[in-house]
Nanobody, 125 residues
Framework: QAQLEESGGGSVRAGGSLRLSCSPS????????VGWFRQAPGKEREGVAR????????YYADSVKGRFIISQDRAKDAVYLQMNGLKFEDTGMYYC??????????????????WGQGMQVTVSS
C-alpha cells in the first residue's frame, strides 16, 4: 500500500529553522502534486506549500511566503519543506500529501491523495 514517510519535525526557538522531508513508498513522485499542510490545535488544517514534481511549479500560502521553501530531489524522489524564520504561530502538526496529477493548481486533497502520518513542529517564543 502506498505510503508517505515524513521526517524532520521537532522543536525550535522562534527565528530558527527546520527542514521537513517527505518520501513515498510503493509509489513515486513522478508527475505528482505534493503538498505540505499543517494543523494547529483548535484550528482547521491548512495548506502551506505545494509543488508539481513534473514542472517544478510551486505555490505558497501567504502566511509562509518568503520564509518557507518547498523543493524536490528527483534523484531521491523526495520533497522538502525548508522552514526559516519560524514563528510561534507555525506550531502544529505538519502533514505531507501527494496526488498524481497533470497539474498542481489546487491542493492535493482529492480522493486519490495519499497522506503521511504527520509530525509535530513546535516553535517556542
Amino acid at each position: 500500500q502506498a505510503q508517505l514517510e515524513e521526517s524532520g519535525g521537532g522543536s525550535v526557538r522562534a527565528g530558527g529553522s527546520l527542514r521537513l522531508s517527505c518520501s513515498p513508498s510503493y509509489i513515486t513522485f513522478v508527475n505528482t502534486c505534493v503538498g505540505w499542510f499543517r494543523q494547529a490545535p483548535g484550528k482547521e488544517r491548512e495548506g502551506v506549500a505545494r509543488i508539481w514534481t513534473l514542472g517544478g511549479h510551486t505555490y505558497y500560502a501567504d502566511s509562509v511566503k518568503g520564509r518557507f521553501i518547498i523543493s524536490q530531489d528527483r534523484a531521491k524522489d523526495a520533497v522538502y519543506l525548508q522552514m526559516n524564520g519560524l514563528k510561534f504561530e507555525d506550531t502544529g502538526m505538519y502533514y505531507c500529501a501527494a496526488e498524481p496529477r497533470t497539474s498542481c493548481f489546487g491542493w492535493p486533497t482529492g480522493d486519490d491523495a495519499i497522506w503521511g502520518q504527520g509530525m509535530q513542529v513546535t516553535v517556542s517564543s
